[in-house]
């Protein structure tokens, strides 16, 4: 798996009261941000499937990506699934339509200001992005009753 593109599926909910225009804004910010990275992107509305073409996803493009998000004014939650490679007869819109709850997710939100505390740990090297993703709860699986 070390050369196989790998990525993760990205959900965010947007703050109620955001208006449409600021969430036209956001998905331009993200490409950018995307871009920037090294990164690709597929999708849209809030659902996405970020990856690496030449090298895999790993937890530091997950934890850049929460902290970057955790400071957008558009996004009120944002959870990120686990870093993989496509499945056989898998491309990355179908790996998008993967339930959350399916697969496990880091869930952050973005008003939680003991967030503010792990991001200083983080940035100045103290925890691995392995240990940010763990102290968020680690990757979890919706509960579903019928």
């Known amino acids: 798996m070390d050369n196989e593109p790998t990525g993760f599926v990205l ?4 703050r109620p009261e955001m ?3 600021h969430l036209v804004q956001f998905e331009r910010d993200l490409e950018d941000y995307v871009d920037s990275r090294g990164l690709s992107l597929s999708g849209h509305r809030m659902r996405y499937w970020i990856s690496r073409q030449d090298t895999p996803a790993s937890a530091a493009d997950q934890v850049a990506l929460l902290d970057w998000l955790q400071h957008h004014p558009a996004i009120a939650i944002a959870r990120v699934g686990p870093a ?5 007869g898998e491309d990355d819109s179908w790996a998008m339509t993967t339930p959350a ?3 496990g997710f ?5 008003s939680d200001l003991s967030l503010l505390g792990l991001a200083m740990l983080y940035r100045s090297g103290r925890i691995s992005p392995e240990l940010y993703l763990q102290v968020l709860g680690g990757y979890v699986r919706a509960v579903v009753l019928h």
């Open 101 to 103: 709850a399916e697969e």
């Open 84 to 88: 993989r490679p496509l499945r056989d």
């Open 11 to 14: 959900q965010l909910e947007a």
């Open 19 to 21: 208006p449409q225009r």
């Open 106 to 110: 880091v869930q952050l939100h973005t």
